[in-house]
């Protein structure tokens, strides 16, 4: 079974911190995306990679950058925390076809105070 | 630019009764489409997928969708909802000259009276 595994269920973090979001993905999936879930909204991409180092910005990038320096490792950092940012992020991956299922984490609930 | 919108975030039905939920696409090309389901406190799980193959597409747990290309539709139904239904439910599009991304609606909370 494919395992995508987000490093957090629960972040409580401050305004301004510097707030780290990993995801790894046991599968050697090619794509890999990070959304963020809020009530009524559903799910918005932020980002997701193609291949290790490359990225591309999805419907509500501002504020948040990421990092593939490995295939199964996709890392969504918020430079400075915001109230703004609190939330649930989910995590996920898929082969390189776009008609193949993404698998995802449990995801992360962050809250910023 | 592929979108979806799902209609109704909150769907209520009897247990046995018919459960449809709805999906329109916005697409460019072609798109793949997807019904996801996530239970409380879970992780989202494909329900089905279309991929330009049957437009009438069965999935998990007893659910059907059928594609539209002249309604721009993806709904999902299924003939006689049982309790376990009761979940969030998001319809989602790729499209193949979006460069892999997979965009998703805004949800539609499905509940099921005893």
């Known amino acids: 079974d494919v395992k995508v595994t987000q490093s957090s269920r629960y972040l409580v973090k401050r305004t301004g911190e510097k707030v780290f979001l990993e995801c790894v993905q046991d599968m050697d999936h090619e794509n890999m995306f990070w959304y963020r879930q809020d009530p009524g909204l559903g799910l918005r991409l932020i980002y997701f990679s193609y291949d290790v180092k490359m990225k591309e910005k999805g419907d509500i990038p501002e504020g948040y950058s990421v990092s593939r320096e490995k295939k199964e490792r996709f890392s969504l950092i918020l430079e400075s925390a915001s109230t703004n940012q609190t939330s649930m992020y989910l995590c996920?991956?898929?082969?390189?076809?776009?008609?193949?299922?993404?698998?995802f984490g449990q995801g992360t609930r962050l809250t910023v105070v | 630019a592929q979108s979806v919108t799902q209609l109704g975030s909150h769907v209520s039905v009897s247990e046995g009764a018919l459960v449809l939920l709805r999906c329109n696409y916005s697409s460019s090309v072609p798109p793949y489409l997807f019904w996801y389901v996530q239970y409380p406190n879970q992780g989202l799980q494909l329900l089905l997928k279309?991929?330009?193959?049957?437009?009438l597409v069965k999935g998990i747990n007893g659910f059907e969708a059928e594609f539209k290309k002249s309604e721009t539709s993806f709904h999902l139904t299924k003939p006689s909802a049982h309790m376990s239904d009761a979940a969030e439910y998001f319809c989602?599009?790729?499209?193949?000259?979006?460069?892999?991304?997979?965009?998703f609606g805004q949800g539609t909370e499905l509940s099921v009276k005893p």
């Open positions: 996920a991956s898929s082969l390189r076809p776009m008609n193949t299922e993404a698998f």
């Open positions: 279309y991929t330009s193959a049957a437009t």
């Open positions: 989602a599009v790729s499209a193949p000259n979006q460069g892999g991304k997979l965009i």
